[in-house]
């Protein structure tokens, strides 16, 4: 049997087959355009309705703070813009040096627009200054229209100290946007406790389907929609609902609220860290990206040494284990990725593979991994050699 073991996790998951069969159900049964009052209408209306619920209770918000996106992107997008629009008269934006694109590359079209960017400094690990950003705050509360931190790193897994910034945002009268892509449903996530003002966050992250996203935003506060054209969402969102992925994002919701337990996260933390100590076992000189900081059970940025990552990433592929060199929105390009340059610079030539896991990830394809990840390596070092 061909070898297949699939660890890019943070890019996509494996639909759930009851999220396949929701859908495909969806598709044949509830066709109907859930804003017609007729009853073919109305029995997609009441799909929608249904997962707007599941996923409000997987971060126990109410559902009616649930507005549906395209995705995590989109969401993301409108956090930030409506946060301007907000607030019109404050023209800041405090954000991170190692955020996703989606907030890093909407912050930057917002300058054209005349707003004032500010990406605060992390230290050696990719933890973000708490210090940096209430000196800020401190200074420039009244011009702040929002403060937007990931929750946790799509490439390293370090877990950002969101509460801690949620305090400080709250002491200040100033916005906060969390880009939850990579923390929403992988852990327990309460906005009710963790107080803030948004939080986006997809379905195909943990095994729902792609092209649906959520944004919550705490209640009281208005969404300026991004995309015009009719009243959906509450009029947040124009444009007819995806009715099939938005019931499968319900069911993916439920699932992950039924799987987060304190027992199941330990022992995907304890795989994440036998399967690194394997792997150091095995290949001494490898490097652990921000392993002196917390993360998340998801990742494993590992840097080899004298090695190319897209070429150690080929000959991986080849052996049917499947990562990636970071976040899959540029992983294809190859580019040096920004958040391992804020780690600062190493040593020599060194290239980084991502590993990252689900939930469905078990400890004997993690020890399969290590073995072909140490005939892989060994590999790319003869060709690097020889082409020396």
Same mark, same amino acid.
């Given at each position: ?128 200054? $708490? @210090?940096?950003? *209430? !000196?800020?705050? &401190?200074?420039?509360? %009244? ?133 690194? $100590? @394997?792997?150091? *076992? !095995?290949?001494? &000189?490898?490097?652990? %990206? ?99």
């Amino acid at each position: 049997m061909t070898t297949s073991i699939y660890l890019d996790n943070n890019a996509t998951t494996r639909p759930l087959e009851a999220v396949n069969e929701i859908m495909q159900s969806t598709m044949s049964q509830q066709w109907g355009n859930p804003s017609s009052i007729h009853r073919i209408g109305q029995e997609a209306r009441q799909l929608v309705d249904l997962a707007r619920e599941q996923v409000a209770k997987l971060i126990n918000a109410n559902p009616s703070e649930i507005t549906f996106t395209s995705g995590g992107t989109e969401a993301a997008n409108l956090a930030l813009h409506s946060a301007c629009q907000e607030r019109p008269d404050r023209k800041l934006i405090i954000t991170s040096q190692i955020e996703h694109a989606a907030v890093a590359e909407m912050a930057d079209a917002l300058c054209d627009r005349g707003i004032e960017v500010i990406r605060i400094n992390n230290d050696e690990h990719g933890v973000m200054s $708490m @210090q940096e950003l *209430e !000196t800020l705050l &401190q200074d420039r509360a %009244n011009e702040i229209a929002v403060v937007s931190l990931m929750w946790c790193n799509n490439e390293t897994g370090v877990i950002e100290p969101i509460e801690k910034a949620s305090l400080l945002c709250k002491k200040y009268d100033v916005l906060l946007h969390s880009d939850g892509t990579q923390w929403v449903a992988k852990m327990p996530v309460d906005v009710r406790d963790v107080q803030i003002d948004f939080l986006s966050f997809a379905s195909h992250k943990f095994h729902g389907p792609k092209g649906i996203g959520a944004i919550y935003t705490k209640e009281g506060i208005v969404i300026s929609p991004l995309v015009l054209g009719g009243p959906q969402e509450r009029r947040r969102r124009g444009g007819t609902e995806n009715v099939p992925a938005i019931a499968g994002f319900g069911v993916a919701s439920e699932a992950a609220l039924s799987w987060l337990n304190k027992a199941n996260v330990d022992l995907m933390i304890k795989l994440r860290d036998d399967f690194e $100590m @394997q792997l150091k *076992e !095995t290949i001494p &000189q490898i490097k652990i %990206n921000s392993s002196g900081a917390p993360r998340a059970w998801t990742t494993s940025s590992v840097a080899f040494p004298e090695i190319k990552g897209e070429l150690l990433l080929l000959m991986l592929s080849e052996r049917g284990v499947y990562a990636s060199s970071g976040s899959a929105c540029s992983s294809g390009a190859f580019k040096e990725s920004a958040v391992i340059a804020a780690l600062g610079d190493q040593d020599g030539e060194w290239g980084t593979v991502r590993f990252s896991f689900a939930r469905t990830t078990t400890h004997e394809e993690l020890s399969q991994a290590v073995q072909i990840i140490s005939e892989a390596t060994q590999k790319a070092l003869e060709v690097m050699a020889s082409t020396a």
